[in-house]
């Protein structure tokens, strides 16, 4: 099944230089390499200016912000790593908060997949409507996350149509959104909601792509359903699969909005994420000094925790067929 | 036409009046230098709840227009806790509007964004007798004045009168018991209706004061973990948790006031404290009579907190006599009278209060004696500089508190750490 590209990229490369020396005494001169940079610069020149006004400025700008005490309001001096020495050591709820980012996003994580995927490979057997049951699902992901949580809110309030299904159905959990230990079921339960369509379909076009020769071969050689599903289809979609967990995992950690529109971090520090937690440093007690340095925090952890996914992908993922 | 009229009984030669007829022209289509005495445009930031309070709002920038037709006001607006995250913001870009609305609970941690006002005021030999004293002051911080009250009040109770008359119970009147309120809470509690919607912090900060309990030490700065504070919040969290005269509510982008309000107007509370600038919107959302009366007297009274908000100039506007005049004139007395008779201010200015009890308040029972009541025995609302932060640690935490998820002690002691990180 596997193809030999290194003995491809081998040829590839080696092209170029094959023909320049089937010419080796060719008269064309050759571009001089300052003139080639200049030009490079020129053409690169557009994106370059936007990628530093638009992102490494600002990245810079939250670092150094990061080591003083700006608070809009008053003098600004920097600190050093004061900033950074009290969110570890002194803040009484940082190791909550981000405790609490973790566990929302292990949970989200693991529930988005499998509800996605589950949802894309049903939809991929059907024998009509694949388009119809797409569109219903992904629906949700492009609608606007800060309204649909204020509908969800109405829905979760104390007393609210959430409250009335579950008396209905004889359970008894305590609202949602006022329960210190429910909330941040809540936020999972609306994030699933507006965002497994996207990863949804990812898979679903993943799935579309498996051969349909080896799934019948495997049906000759007697392959269930459930062993082409693990042993064929699974490892054949586990690049998209790598990459939804990643682009998942990613966002989970930044959870803002879904927090902003319905709890407010609340009850308590209950549903408080990082990404909330800076924004309220910010701009509900205008700590933007220190509001920046949870943000570099929270970047350190996103990066350590891609980096670990892209080490273990090479147990998981095959980019081969 | 006209111009060729006036230069012929002027004399001036046709070719003359033709050339000014066409400068005349070219001014009026704006393609020559603006004239002398240009616009100025000023803008202006504020906090609304409600339709009919950014129709208020515009009424008052379209008052500056009428009295200095050189000024215009642009009217820019966002809800009341968007309005504190949103000014930092604006500052820190220098982006400031001319003229800032300041709220007396937020005096001492944003007056640093605004202009001094007190030479203007002494200039214009501007009659500062005429506004309420108490308001006055609070808009103060160093003594230096940095805004104009144009609304004051103290805490008041709103109620629902048809529920009251429906159940026969006695109306809330000034000098009312505890007792007497807790017997009206548990009647109005039944049918999937509670007596009372809470909030926080300013309506349990009046809980606490008529409780004999202090919230500032006395040196000003926050003191949520004394006794007497605990013991009170411990029995306004049990009018939700044990009594259940009151419904939970959710720490949401939605202020628990703003919820408690939604309640009352929708028939779902009876009873709730709040300002008595919100008569505008409980009067427009409500199909029910609306009663108002004192909070009820508890072990040290019936203490209300007083609070108002004002206009001040920001210290970095580029017109900042225009936005003086533009001051003077939205808190003067004809926008003082419009807003009072719109049931939006209860005004800063002494003289004009009356139209609020005459026209907004008119069918509104007890309005009168109630608030008359109220200021007598209300503190000014003396607040620390971060309350900002305080009110919304209040919003977060307090509903650990109410559904029982924390001990209300824990809770204030939680808010005090994180307001003093």
Redesign the interface.
């Known amino acids: 099944m596997s193809v030999d590209y290194a003995a491809m990229r081998h040829d590839t490369a080696a092209a170029p230089l094959a023909s320049r020396r089937v010419r080796p005494g060719s008269t064309d001169r050759k571009p001089s390499v300052r003139g080639s940079f200049g030009l490079a610069v020129l053409f690169l020149l557009p994106s370059l200016l936007g990628l530093t006004i638009f992102l490494i400025g600002p990245l810079v700008a939250s670092l150094v912000l990061s080591f003083t005490n700006w608070q809009?309001?008053?003098t600004t001096r920097f600190v050093g790593f004061t900033n950074y020495v009290n969110l570890l050591t002194?803040?009484?709820?940082f190791w909550k908060i981000l405790r609490t980012t973790l566990l929302y996003t292990a949970e989200y994580l693991v529930l988005n997949i499998v509800l996605s995927l589950t949802i894309a490979v049903w939809i991929s057997r059907l024998a009509w409507g694949k388009t119809i049951f797409r569109i219903i699902f992904f629906l949700p992901t492009f609608m606007p996350l800060v309204g649909v949580a204020l509908v969800w809110?109405l829905i979760?309030?104390?007393?609210g149509v959430f409250d009335w299904m579950m008396a209905g159905i004889g359970l008894k959990i305590?609202?949602l959104?006022?329960?210190?230990?429910y909330a941040l079921q809540a936020v999972v339960l609306v994030s699933l909601w507006s965002h497994f369509g996207y990863n949804m379909l990812l898979f679903g076009a993943a799935l579309e792509s498996v051969p349909q020769s080896y799934l019948d071969a495997a049906a000759i050689d007697g392959a269930t359903a459930w062993q082409q599903f693990w042993r064929i289809k699974l490892p054949l979609i586990s690049p998209s699969l790598f990459f939804g967990t990643v682009l998942t995992a990613i966002n989970s950690l930044q959870t803002f909005d879904q927090v902003?529109?319905?709890?407010?971090?609340?009850?308590?520090?209950a549903t408080t994420t990082l990404g909330y937690a800076i924004y309220?440093q910010g701009?509900?007690?205008?700590k933007?000094g220190y509001a920046s340095a949870i943000a570099w925090v929270l970047f350190a952890i996103i990066m350590m925790l891609t980096a670990l996914q892209l080490h273990l992908q090479k147990k998981w993922v095959h980019y081969e067929i | 036409m006209k111009t060729e009229d006036t230069a012929k009984t002027h004399g001036v030669s046709r070719r003359k009046a033709l050339a000014l007829g066409a400068t005349a022209a070219l001014a009026a289509t704006g393609m020559l230098s603006r004239p002398a005495r240009a616009a100025t445009n000023l803008t202006w930031f504020m906090w609304s709840g409600s339709e009919p309070e950014v129709t208020a709002w515009k009424r008052i920038a379209a008052l500056v227009n009428e009295k200095h037709p050189d000024i215009t006001v642009e009217f820019q607006t966002t809800s009341f806790p968007d309005y504190w995250t949103k000014l930092p913001a604006l500052a820190a870009s220098g982006k400031l509007p001319d003229i800032v609305s300041l709220q007396s609970l937020r005096a001492p941690g944003f007056a640093e964004l605004m202009d001094p006002l007190d030479a203007r005021i002494a200039a214009d030999k501007l009659d500062v007798g005429a506004f309420e004293p108490s308001i006055f002051k609070a808009l103060q911080r160093g003594g230096k004045q940095f805004a104009l009250p144009y609304d004051f009040g103290p805490l008041i109770l709103f109620y629902n009168h048809d529920l009251f008359t429906q159940a026969g119970l006695p109306l809330p009147k000034p000098g009312w018991t505890e007792a007497e309120f807790m017997a009206a809470a548990r009647a109005l509690t039944k049918d999937g209706r509670h007596g009372l919607a809470i909030s926080v912090p300013d309506a349990f900060v009046v809980y606490a004061r008529s409780k004999g309990a202090p919230y500032l030490n006395a040196k000003g700065e926050l003191d949520l973990v004394n006794p007497a504070l605990k013991a009170a919040f411990a029995s306004y969290a049990r009018l939700v948790a044990d009594d259940k005269v009151a419904p939970l509510f959710p720490a949401s982008g939605t202020l628990s006031s703003n919820l408690a309000n939604g309640r009352l107007t929708a028939g779902s509370a009876a009873m709730y404290v709040d300002g008595p600038w919100q008569l505008i919107n409980v009067k427009r959302k409500s199909s029910f009579k609306v009663g108002v009366a004192p909070v009820p007297v508890r072990e040290a009274g019936s203490i209300s907190v007083s609070a108002g908000s004002g206009f001040g100039i920001s210290r970095t506007s580029q017109n900042k006599d225009a936005a003086w005049k533009a001051v003077q004139v939205m808190t003067g007395p004809d926008a003082a009278k419009y807003l009072a008779e719109a049931g939006r201010a209860f005004s800063a200015r002494k003289e004009f209060q009356k139209f609020w009890y005459d026209t907004a308040a008119q069918d509104v029972v007890g309005a009168r004696e109630g608030i008359d009541a109220a200021i007598k025995t209300a503190e000014p609302y003396v607040t620390t500089p971060n309350w900002s932060t305080v009110a919304s640690l209040f919003e977060q935490y307090a509903p650990l508190a109410f559904a029982g998820s924390e001990k209300p002690e824990k809770v204030l002691e939680t808010i005090q750490q994180l307001a003093n990180q």
């Open positions: 809009v309001i008053g002194i803040d009484p709820i809110l979760l309030t104390p007393g305590p609202n959104v006022t329960n210190a230990d902003y529109a319905l709890t407010h971090g609340g009850p308590g520090s309220s701009f509900v007690t205008y933007l």
